[in-house]
């Protein structure tokens, strides 16, 4: 079965932290991507990744940057937190960049 | 991507089937239809897709008409957990259309 799962279901940060969110996905997938979900925004793509090590600016990727040392493992770095930042951040993996994409549990993140 | 339309909210007795229809006049040839789902405060869950021939899984049903002008997903014993909002969404698998795009779907309430 189809397994993504995220470090941390709710985190509550301070402006200036360095916050890690971390997700793991179990299916072998090459290609996987980080979103933030706001209301009214709907979903919006932060950054993908297709292959180890390989990483690709999504629409909104300033004040985050990304880590894929390992196929199963992305990681998303908000370098210095902010109060804009906080929102629901959401996982996904897919085998074929263009098709299915499986999401995590997502992270609701709150940086006061 | 083509634009789909979903109405906004849709009510459905814990047992029935419900049936929630989906709009998308401008699909092209090679776009696929994707539902989604998200319950409250958690990830969005993949359901189903096709392309032109009906589809069934374990969790629903997708019937495309014929002129794949639209569809309908068919969840056929409705239960409480299945509360949700609905996401119904168009997607060419080629080129460079990695990223997911979600319009507001429709809340789907299931009652007791």
């Known amino acids: 079965d189809v397994k993504v799962t995220q470090s941390s279901r709710y985190l509550v940060k301070r402006t200036g932290e360095k916050v890690f969110l971390e997700c793991v996905q179990d299916m072998d997938h090459e290609n996987m991507f980080w979103y933030r979900q706001d209301p009214g925004l709907g979903l919006r793509l932060i950054y993908f990744?297709?292959?180890?090590?390989?990483?690709e600016k999504g629409d909104i990727p300033e004040g985050y940057s990304v880590s894929r040392e390992k196929k199963e493992r992305f990681s998303l770095i908000l370098e210095s937190a902010s109060t804009n930042q906080t929102s629901m951040y959401l996982c996904a993996s897919s085998l074929v960049l263009q098709e299915t994409q499986y999401f995590g549990p997502g992270t609701r993140l709150l940086v006061l | 991507d083509a634009k789909t339309t979903q109405p906004p909210s849709m009510d459905c007795a814990e047992g029935r089937a419900a049936n929630l229809p989906c709009n998308h006049s401008t699909i092209s040839g090679n776009e696929y239809v994707y539902w989604y789902r998200q319950i409250h405060s958690q990830g969005p869950q993949y359901i189903i897709h096709g392309l032109k021939n009906n589809e069934t899984n374990e969790m629903a049903s997708l019937i495309i008409t014929e002129d794949r002008k639209s569809s309908t997903l068919i969840l056929p014993h409705a239960t409480l957990r299945d509360t949700a909002v609905y996401y119904c969404i168009v997607r060419w698998s080629g080129g460079s259309n990695y990223k997911l795009t979600f319009g507001k779907g429709t809340l789907l309430t299931v009652n007791p």
């Open positions: 990744s297709y292959d180890v090590k390989m990483k």
